[in-house]
């Protein structure tokens, strides 16, 4: 099959750079996306995300007429739907609704022969889900789940692996996880990511392939939480953590993580969760690396409250009204400008409800004159932060932080999260 024409739903971290690789390789691309201002500004040539050298390709795809963004979907040859998959209540239930959104939104312009793959992380079961929506959609058409390979729409899950920050070298070089419905389904899924995937398209069932995706960030989530959980007992038993893990990684089979402040972003801080809430009793070691990620950010806090009360020890003359508590870095990891599942970010929002004095924050990736932060912390720069900070906490290891000199603190109460100043020294 020939695709002359694919439309990308979702024009987000993932669906825009995955939209400006295929129109890179010439081939016409219908973005679509529900953001008027996310669709004004790629159709302007720019891009509304941080992501390095993004701009350029977006830019000239859009300037040759291979890209283009709306936000109705239009007939097309394959259909490709990255969104969100966040969690509803308070159990981190899988909310499907944006994925169900995006079937019903493309259901109409649906053709004999088109391809349909879900790239959203999602729980085992999801492309089946998708699958009979777009059917109750489209009596019409046949699909994979009631006539096999003989269906009339091909579908597959086919999940992203790509780090920020090289998210657009990453599309092409990595290895892509191909998971059809059915054999046939697989096939012409390949078909459509070797336009631009250089690495191997490795052909897999569409459960396996959700459940991959899952795997591989709940491995990472595991690893995360051993270092996090090590740096808790260190800091108990005064103990330098850095320093333990450096000596401990000489050891030829031992090749632990940094800590951090927790865990964030779209992937590692979710998908472990899409395990637990199908297999509740049997994902133990899962769940209670989720559980120690999602506590460290209020460790951190704590360790914070500490601090601002051994200042005022210090400093008797001073209220609790005077002091000033400084927040280094607020994406949920280094060199983006990210905040989905921040524990930066959380960590920041809590110091800012329970601080009786100002609470500022400097992140150099977040360049919007409205980000989305809470009202009570006030952005500012570097040098300002470190030269009227009380209490400074580092919280995300940016590369402007690490630049010899740039952090310049008038304090000694400095909670270090993530390791920056032990690995300057």
């Known amino acids: 099959m020939n695709f002359n024409t694919i439309s990308m739903i979702g024009l987000g971290y993932i669906g825009l750079p995955t939209a400006a690789a295929f129109a890179s390789r010439k081939v016409k691309v219908i973005g679509v996306d529900v953001n008027p201002h996310a669709v004004e500004t790629i159709n302007k040539g ?96 046949t699909f994979p789940h009631t006539h096999g390979e003989e269906s009339d729409i091909r579908i597959a899950h086919c999940p992203e692996r790509v780090l920020p920050g090289h998210v657009l070298r990453e599309l092409v070089n990595n290895d892509r996880v191909i998971g059809g419905m059915t054999p046939k389904c697989s096939q012409l899924a390949a078909a459509l990511y070797k336009i631009f995937v250089q ?42 953590v850095w320093e333990l893990i450096g000596l401990a990684n000489r050891h030829p089979r031992v090749n632990i ?17 899409f395990i637990v809430s199908k297999t509740p009793k049997e994902s133990r070691l899962i769940r209670t690396a989720r559980e120690v990620n999602d506590s460290k950010p209020e460790w951190v806090v704590k360790k914070v409250e500490s601090a601002i009360n051994e200042h005022l020890k210090l400093f008797p003359e001073k209220t609790p009204s005077q002091v000033t508590v400084a927040c280094l870095g607020l994406t949920f990891k280094a060199d983006i400008d990210d ?87």
């Not at 709306?70 to 994925?99: C, M, Q, R, W």
């Not at 051993?226 to 260190?234: G, H, K, M, P, V």
């Not at 993580?257 to 969760?273: E, K, N, S, T, Y």
């Not at 990736?365 to 040098?383: G, R, Y």
Request: aromatic content about 4%; charged content about 20%.
């Open 257 to 273: 993580l940094q800590p951090g402040p927790g865990v964030g972003g779209h992937c590692i801080a979710v998908d472990p969760w």
């Open 46 to 141: 720019q891009i509304h995300i941080v992501e390095p050298d993004l701009d350029m390709v977006v830019h000239s795809a859009v300037t040759e007429g291979y890209l283009r963004a709306t936000l109705t979907p239009e007939p097309a040859d394959a259909f490709l739907i990255a969104v969100p998959t966040p969690f509803k209540g308070d159990n981190h239930d899988p909310d499907l609704s944006y994925i169900e959104s995006a079937a019903k939104a493309i259901a109409p312009v649906l053709q004999k022969g088109n391809l349909v793959i879900l790239e959203s992380t999602s729980p085992v079961g999801a492309t089946e889900k998708m699958a009979t929506w777009l059917a109750e959609a489209r009596s019409d058409l």
């Open 199 to 240: 690495g191997e398209c490795v052909i897999t069932n569409a459960r396996t392939a959700e459940m991959c995706k899952l795997t591989e960030n709940s491995f990472r989530d595991v690893n995360i939480a051993f270092a996090n959980e090590l740096s808790i007992i260190c800091d108990k038993l005064d103990i330098n």
């Open 339 to 425: 905040l989905r599942e921040s524990p930066a970010l959380q960590i920041a929002t809590k110091i800012a409800e329970r601080n009786k004095g100002r609470t500022i924050a400097v992140d150099p990736n977040i360049k919007t004159k409205k980000p989305p932060i809470p009202s009570n912390i006030s952005l500012t720069s570097t040098a300002e932060a470190c030269s009227t900070a009380d209490v400074t906490v580092i919280l995300v290891n940016h590369k402007e932080f690490k630049i010899p000199g740039a952090l310049n603190f008038k304090t000694n109460f400095i909670v270090d999260a993530t390791g920056i100043i032990e690995n300057q020294a």
